[in-house]
């Protein structure tokens, strides 16, 4: 009875932990100019993307606003693996000037004005943020204000911060994904898909397309270099680096999986981490399920259609002379010039990924 008794308490609090943080996701106080939330490029109206080319939020971005469908199954966050975990990618966005731009003092603020009872009833009590001498309004690493903070002080304000990404996770594990036309085929409804969709299946796998695009989630959770053109603006300052520009800063990282933070305190994931060439340039290969509502495509946003995607995929990707794009493709990765037809029905197998609606 105590064993059934504690599993609910700890239901429930998840449960909570997910309605506050829908409230946390859709705040647009969080941010510097009270105008910038989570809901901001996450739209749920669109799939939880944005449609645009590059996010826009605080300021411009360079990299494309991916969906959130299914992002509890991945093991890295974001294009280049820059958080192991789904809650630490909060904490990176609020904090970067073109997302929230907001700092961990002003979120911990946000939380004791607004949240105070609901935050305390799942993650216990607050510090006291009260106290103005020793909680400034706002600041984070680097900022005066925070360094001249004890360090005590500033675990318990990271502490918040952590926790008010954990109830965004719990948010977003409550996101559920449809059955798609492809999931009734497989389930014995041969009509389910039309015939050129199941063509188009069959060229996929013709084409090693499944060799990184496999499992339920139609992504093998990996990291590889396409030469998929970069954002303008990352091709003038030298390139989109990719998956090999962040793993120093995800291994330092106080809110890495491994890290006094975590719940799990488990390192399996950072040992995973490969230091290999074929990590410039590379990003981690996209689900394709719900993929015909989540143009455009890319980390750039540079592929405007599906047909697009299969026809640059086909070309294998930019040539390694074209400086819109950094990294060695990917040894898996080969030219397969698919015909015109054979492209149309590869989209039309695409398509077939996407979920029913009412």
């Not at 680097?142 to 719990?170: C, F, H, L, Y």
């Not at 053109?229 to 030298?238: I, M, N, S, V």
């Amino acid at each position: 009875a105590a064993g059934l008794i504690g599993w609910m308490w700890l239901t429930e609090r998840r449960a909570a932990a997910a309605v506050l943080g829908q409230r946390f996701f859709e705040d647009l106080g969080f941010s510097s100019d009270g105008r910038v939330g989570c809901v901001t490029c996450h739209d749920p109206r669109r799939a939880f993307t944005d449609g645009r080319r590059v996010a826009v939020a605080a300021g411009t971005g360079t990299r494309n606003t991916p969906s959130l469908f299914l992002a509890p199954y991945v093991s890295f966050a974001l294009w280049d693996g820059a958080a192991d975990s789904l809650w630490s990618q909060p904490l990176m966005a609020m904090e970067n000037p073109r997302e929230h731009a907001t700092t961990r003092l002003t979120v911990a603020h946000r939380v004791a004005t607004t949240y105070a009872n609901d935050y305390e009833a799942v993650f216990g009590p607050l510090p006291p943020l009260g106290e103005g001498a020793r909680f400034p309004p706002s600041g984070m690493p680097g900022d005066p204000r925070w360094e001249a903070m004890s360090a005590s002080d500033q675990t318990a304000v990271n502490r918040v911060v952590v926790n008010v990404g954990k109830a965004i996770e719990a948010y977003e594990r409550t996101l559920a994904v449809r059955p798609t036309p492809f999931d009734r085929y497989v389930a014995g409804d041969f009509e389910a898909m039309s015939p050129d969709a199941r063509d188009g299946l069959s060229f996929m796998l013709l084409f090693s397309c499944m060799e990184c695009h496999n499992t339920p989630l139609f992504s093998d959770n990996r990291f590889h270099a396409l030469r998929v053109p970069d954002d303008p603006e990352a091709t003038r300052l030298g390139g989109d680096r990719g998956r090999e520009g962040v793993i120093e800063r995800l291994l330092a990282s106080p809110f890495n999986m491994a890290g006094v933070f975590s719940d799990a305190r488990d390192d399996a994931l950072l040992r995973e981490i490969e230091r290999t060439d074929l990590n410039l340039g590379a990003f981690r290969t996209p689900t394709l399920r719900g993929v015909a509502l989540t143009a455009p495509y890319g980390h750039a946003g540079a592929l405007a259609t599906l047909t697009d995607v299969v026809r640059h995929d086909g070309r294998g990707g930019l040539p390694e002379s074209d400086p819109r794009a950094l990294g060695i493709p990917d040894p898996r990765f080969r030219p397969f010039h698919a015909t015109d037809d054979q492209v149309q029905k590869m989209v039309a197998f695409l398509q077939a990924l996407t979920p029913d609606t009412d």
